[in-house]
């Protein structure tokens, strides 16, 4: 029965014959493909079977061609054998130019870090793993390629080339590192702006934020909890509520929202944050996602309380402004007949004190006035040089009043002080207003020193210590025995509106305003201070080497004159008081309530040689438009104005130029005298160099 | 498949094909469909292209493609053509 493929049986010659009728009937009904040549050992294949070869075969080479892959076939030297129509033209060159070459011949020059050349060669031992690949085109340029090889195995038992599949990435890594820059400049500026951005999954009530959202809520990065309970439980109690309600109401209408709330960071501190955010609806209008960003804006809203703080003080300034106007009238009134009267009275009147009372109270009104102005940069700065000790000797007196008993003052004096140019009142501003703030640094009383002294800088003390240029100045320093202060509040010590006081007691303006007007003076303002052990605070003022000008009072004896002057002032009552000072002193006087009389006077011949006029007229024509219209007419006329603020300095600025000047309200006997003298004389000494040349 | 050799009662088929064909691929279309239908539970089908491995079909005396030989049950049975006939098929692969 067992018949072997060698044996002679009659079974097995049966068999053959059966197979070999079989194979006859299956040639003639067409279903044969190959015949095995037994001699040549190897098929031959019959025509239907050659063309369907063929039709295959073409198949393939269609599926090749048309593959957007790059396919490549080496030989075991790894030289071309084969590329597709999709490799040339990825490499630019004629796919029949490339075979025979070996595939390190276009290799790039650099793949990432590595050598594409070593990286191409790994890749082509590494069968199967796929690599980002550097290869040189034609043109010298590169192309990035996802690199997948695998070897051609004809038999079992050795490789007889390899294939190489190749996708061109270049695109997609272009595409991939324009998508890094877009998302690197999104990051960059979310991080420059500030801009917290979160977001939100409704659905497995997860949530994120961005390092910058959680520092927002003062958190460390990665510590904010991930959820949306945690979400909610950073946010302000009190705020709570909106904010649920607020994406809630979004959630519903799947319109943008926008809400501020505040946030509580771990130190205690509330800050201030505004949030627009989004929610996305799923099919059935329920939420699935929010997304946000976030702006911490609590210096925002400092600073729009600050400019609130600052338009109200202005509103403040500007009526201060007005009021001090006819308050200065009131007062040159006063001070003006008490000292007529004084004048008048005999040596040993025994009302002689009263009336120096009422110029003392008179004074006191003068500074309060004073101050308003200062608060709206109505003051008129009048630069002086003048010896600093002067003003401390001078306000001595209103200061130990603003002191209180509790407070000892002490001055230490230096008697070969040089002089400062600046406005007097101005340093007495600043004097007044550093003691000030000595005193409240000691509510339980101690000791305020004033003390000046002439410093020398050189180059590095002027650069460190004081951010001044090298050079003489005198120290002008305010020390007290209180508290001290932090570093915190000595950096923010000069910024306007900071105060450490409570909000009705001090406007934080004081040093403010002293450190702009020593600034504008050239000179700084250094603290030096301990917590605990005091504070002082220095003074530097550039030293003056110009001569000093006549303090007030020695200058009475030359305040004197004959010459006629023409008073325009509207004013009833300081029309009068001003004339008295005048005749007083020996000037005859016209005077008038209105520019426009004025202007008649003159025009009808009158020769007057000083025109004293108050800026601020009731009727047509104000002060300066009468000047102009006198100065177009008379022009060798003296002009003095009087004013006590000045609201419009830009419209005086060209008529003090060409040589009018302004005398301060209220005015003294003295102050007045002063000024008119100073005009005549500086007018009569110009007539005179005119008359020489 | 190796769990499959190892019993004797196995149905062991190698069916001789020339590459891709008409002939070829419907033998062995037609012969997975007869194992699957007939002796699904234990068959064993090694296909060989005879115009990769002449020497093999030299070694099993084969003459034309497409050949089905049976090598399992004995004695050894060949079918020749594209066994479109799958009466004659089954007969051929399940007589002695």
Redesign the interface.
């Known amino acids: 029965m067992i018949a072997t493929s060698g044996s002679r049986s009659f079974d097995d010659v049966a068999r053959r014959l059966e197979e070999a009728e079989a194979t006859i009937e299956a040639l003639l009904s067409g279903q044969i493909d190959a015949v095995l040549d037994a001699d040549s050992k190897s098929p031959v294949l019959l025509a239907s079977a050659q063309d369907a070869l063929r039709h295959s075969e073409e198949r393939y080479r269609t599926i090749v061609e048309t593959a957007s892959e790059g396919i490549w076939t080496l030989d075991e030297n790894f030289n071309t054998t084969f590329v597709n129509r999709r490799l040339a033209e990825m490499l630019g060159y004629r796919a029949d130019a490339m075979i025979g070459r070996s595939v390190l011949d276009f290799a790039g020059k650099r793949s990432g870090a590595s050598d594409a050349r070593l990286l191409l060669q790994y890749s082509l031992h590494n069968a199967s793993e796929e690599h980002e690949v550097a290869l040189a085109r034609n043109d010298g340029s590169e192309l990035c390629v996802l690199l997948k090889s695998s070897p051609i195995r004809q038999s079992a038992s050795q490789d007889d080339g390899t294939l190489v599949m190749l996708t061109d990435i270049t695109e997609r890594k272009r595409a991939a590192e324009r998508l890094q820059a877009f998302e690197d400049r999104t990051r960059f500026a979310l991080e420059v702006a500030n801009v917290g951005v979160w977001d939100a999954d409704f659905v497995t009530e997860t949530a994120r934020w961005s390092e910058q959202l959680e520092a927002q809520y003062g958190l460390k990065p990665g510590t904010f909890g991930g959820t949306l309970e945690a979400f909610i439980s950073h946010i302000h109690p009190e705020d709570r509520a909106e904010v649920i309600e607020k994406i809630a109401a979004a959630g519903e209408s799947g319109l943008d929202f926008s809400m501020s709330n505040r946030a509580i960071w771990p130190d205690g501190s509330v800050h201030w944050l505004t949030n627009q955010g989004r929610v996305e609806l799923g099919a059935h209008g329920e939420p699935l996602r929010g997304t946000g960003i976030s702006q911490d804006v609590t210096e925002r809203r400092a600073l729009e309380q600050q400019f609130q703080q600052a338009q109200k003080m202005e509103a403040v300034g500007r009526l201060a402004g007005g009021v001090a106007h006819d308050f200065n009238n009131l007062l040159s009134v006063i001070m003006g007949w008490t000292e007529l009267v004084l004048a008048d009275l005999p040596a040993d009147s025994p009302i002689r004190d009263s009336l120096d009372e009422v110029l003392r109270a008179a004074a006191g009104a003068t500074s309060l006035t004073k101050q308003l102005l200062a608060f709206s940069r109505q003051q008129i700065v009048k630069p002086s040089v003048f010896d600093p000790n002067d003003v401390v000797v001078e306000t001595q007196k209103m200061l130990r009043r603003l002191i209180g008993e509790d407070v000892k003052l002490v001055t230490r004096l230096d008697p070969g002080l040089g002089r400062v140019k600046m406005d007097q009142g101005q340093l007495e501003q600043v004097i007044v207003n550093l003691v000030v703030n000595s005193r409240d640094a000691m509510p339980m009383g101690g000791t305020v020193t004033v003390e000046t002294k002439n410093v020398a800088l050189d180059r590095e003390s002027a650069r460190t210590a004081a951010d001044l240029a090298p050079g003489d100045y005198i120290v002008l320093s305010v020390s007290d025995t209180g508290s001290g202060m932090s570093t915190e509040v000595q950096a923010r010590l000069f910024e306007p509106f900071f105060t450490t006081k409570e909000s009705n007691k001090g406007t934080g303006l004081g040093l403010a305003t002293s450190y702009g007007i020593v600034k504008q003076a050239g000179g700084h303002i250094a603290v030096d201070s301990t917590q605990g052990a005091g504070s002082t605070m220095s003074v530097f003022l550039p030293r003056s080497m110009a001569i000093t000008d006549p303090s007030p009072g020695t200058a009475a004896a030359t305040s004197r004159g004959t010459e006629l002057v023409l008073l325009v002032e509207d004013d009833l009552a300081v029309r009068r008081v001003t004339t008295g000072m005048l005749k007083s002193m020996g000037y005859s006087v016209i005077s008038v309530g209105s520019g426009e009389e004025a202007l008649k006077l003159l025009s009808d011949g009158l020769n007057v040689q000083l025109l004293l006029t108050d800026v601020v007229l009731a009727g047509g024509m104000n002060g300066p438009a009468l000047v102009r219209e006198v100065r177009a007419q008379w022009p060798r006329l003296s002009v003095l104005f009087a004013s006590g603020y000045t609201s419009d300095a830009a419209s005086l600025r060209d008529l003090l130029d060409s040589g009018a000047e302004i005398v301060e309200k209220p005015f003294t006997a003295n102050s007045l005298g002063r000024s008119v003298r100073h005009v005549l004389d500086a007018r009569s000494e110009a007539e005179r160099s005119r008359a020489r040349s | 498949m190796a769990s499959r050799s190892e019993n004797s009662s196995n149905l062991r088929l190698r069916l001789y094909?020339?590459?891709?064909?008409?002939?070829?691929l419907r033998a062995i279309a037609n012969a997975r469909a007869i194992c699957e239908q007939h002796f699904a539970a234990a068959y064993e089908l090694e296909i060989v292209d005879?115009?990769?491995h002449?020497?093999r079909?030299?070694a099993d005396?084969?003459?034309?493609?497409?050949t089905l030989l049976r090598l399992m049950p004995?004695?050894?049975q060949?079918?020749?053509?594209?066994l479109?006939d799958g009466t004659k098929t089954l007969m051929l692969l399940t007589g002695r």
């Not at chain 2, 094909?17 to 070829?24: F, W």
């Not at chain 2, 005396?61 to 497409?66: E, K, L, Q, S, Y």
């Open positions: 094909v020339a590459g891709n064909a008409p002939n070829s005879l115009l990769e002449p020497l079909a030299l005396a084969i003459v034309v493609t497409p004995l004695p050894v060949r079918v020749i053509g594209n479109d």
